[in-house]
C-alpha cells in the first residue's frame, strides 16, 4: 500500500515537473533555404532524409522532439549543427567547398560519429544505409567536370625560386621567419620541417599530397609502442602541397599549400582535446581563421578519432 | 521529497543519456608500410625532400641525409656534393581506411639509395633485397627531382 502511495506521488509529482518544463520552449527559427548544396537528385535525396533535420534550415522535429526536455538537448544539436554544416546555404560557396564537406560528410557516417550516437539512440531510424552510403561515395568518386584550371606550373616555379634563394641563412635570423602565430596562440614551429616522416597520405578528394611528420618525442613514442595516448611534447606537422601532373600520367609535388600543426599539452590545451591546433598557409605562412574559432573545426573533423586520441594517421615505424 | 528525488532522477537520466561514439578506429601502426631488410642505408632515417605519385597506383617519397637535404633546399641544379645520400622509397596504395577522399602506404615495392658521385642499390621484394645491376639513367632522374617547398 506504502509502496503504490509512493508510485502514485512519484507520478503526479513527474507529471507536474514535466508540465512544468514545457513552459521553457525558446523558439527554433527556420530560415530561409538561400543556397541549397549543389549535387544531383539521389544525393540531395539522401541528404535531406538523414542530414537536413539538424544540418538544414529545413528542420522536421517529430512530436516527442518537441517535447522538453529532449526539445532542449535536439534544439542545440540543431543550432550547432547548422553551424558546422548548412545544406540550405553552403550552395553559395565553391563547388570544391561543397565537395570537401560532403567528403567529411561521408567520413563522419563511415566511422560512426554522425548521426550522433545520442540522436541515433532515440531516432533508431536516422542512421545512412549502406546502400545510401555507397550512393554517396559513387558520387564523390566521379570527378567533376574540369572547372577550375589546375594552378599554373609558373606559380610553383617562382615560388621554388624564392624558397631556395631566402635558404642557406641561420633559421630564425630571416625577417620572413618572423611567422604570426595561429589565432589561438598556438605558435608556428619553423624546426617542423626537419622533423623525421611518419606517413604520407594521397589527398584524391581535393588534389593535394601531404607529408606527415613528427618531433623527437612522436617518434620515441612511436618506437615504443605507446600512441594510444602520445606524451605531451609530442608535435605532428601536416605538410600539403598541390597535386601537379607531370603530363605522363604522374603527379609531382606542386606549389606549398599549408602546414598543420598539433601540439600535444593534455593540461596547457585541456580545453582543445589536449591539443593546440594550428593551420599556416601559402608561402608567407598566414594563420588560418579570422579568430580563435578557427579550431572548433579541427576539433570537430577529428572528433571520429576521438578514441585514437583525435589523430588520424596511423604512423609507419621505423624512421630513428 | 523521496518523490520529488526520484522525478529529478528520472528527468536527468531522460536528458543525460548520451552514449560515446562507437570505437571504429583504434590506435595503430601501419606495419606493413615498414621499411624491412639489409639495406646500406636506412633512408627513413633521413628527411622528406620531395614526394610523387607514379601512373599505376604507387606513391614515392625522396628522403636524404643531411647533406643531400641541405643541398637540395638552397640549390635547383641536383649537383649534390660528392657522397651526398638520396634514398626513395616507393609504397604500393590503399584506400585510407580512416578517411575515404585519401590513399596511404602499402606494402614496399621498392627501395632505392642513390650516392652522389657513388653507386646506385635497388632493393626489391620482402623483406628486401638487393637488385643486381645499376642504373644511371635512374641515378640521374633521381639527383635531379627538386625538393618540395617547405618554408
Known sequence: MTRMRFLTGTGIVLLLIGGAMQAYHPKLESPPVTAEIQAPEEVRQILRQRCYSCHSNETKLPWYDNLAPAYWVVRGD???????????????????????????????????????????????????????????????????????????????????QHWIASNGKPMGTRPDTQVQPEWNGVPFLPEYKNWKPISSTDRWDNHTMRQILGNDIALKAIADGKIDNWPDGTVFAKVAWLQQPDGKGGITTGAFQQVELMIKDSKKYASTEGWGWGRWRGDDLKPYGKDAAFQNECISCHEPVAHNDHVYTAPIGGAQ | MKQLFAAI??????????????????????????VHGGLSWNPRSGRVITSWINPGGTMTTLYGDDMAVNYARSHADGAYPAGAKLGAVTWKQQEDARWFGGRIPAQ????????????????EGSPLAAVPGSDAERAQFLLQQRAAVMP
Open chain 2, 9 to 34: 532522477s528520472f528527468v536527468l537520466l531522460l536528458s543525460g543519456c548520451s552514449p560515446n561514439p562507437p570505437k571504429t578506429v583504434y590506435p595503430q601502426l601501419n606495419r606493413e608500410a615498414e
Open chain 2, 108 to 123: 614496399v615495392a621498392s627501395v632505392e639509395i642513390v650516392v652522389a658521385g657513388g653507386p646506385y642499390e635497388r632493393y
Open chain 1, 78 to 160: 540543431v543550432l550547432e549543427g547548422r553551424e558546422h554544416l548548412n545544406f540550405s546555404t553552403i550552395g553559395a560557396k565553391p563547388e570544391a567547398v561543397q565537395r570537401g564537406m560532403l567528403f567529411e560528410s561521408v567520413n563522419t557516417v563511415q566511422l560512426g560519429s554522425m548521426p550522433l550516437p545520442r540522436y541515433l539512440a532515440v531516432h533508431r531510424d536516422a542512421g545512412v544505409t549502406p546502400d545510401e552510403l555507397a550512393t554517396l561515395r559513387h558520387y564523390l568518386e566521379t570527378p567533376p567536370a574540369p572547372a577550375a584550371a589546375p594552378a599554373p606550373a609558373t606559380a610553383a616555379e617562382t615560388q621554388f
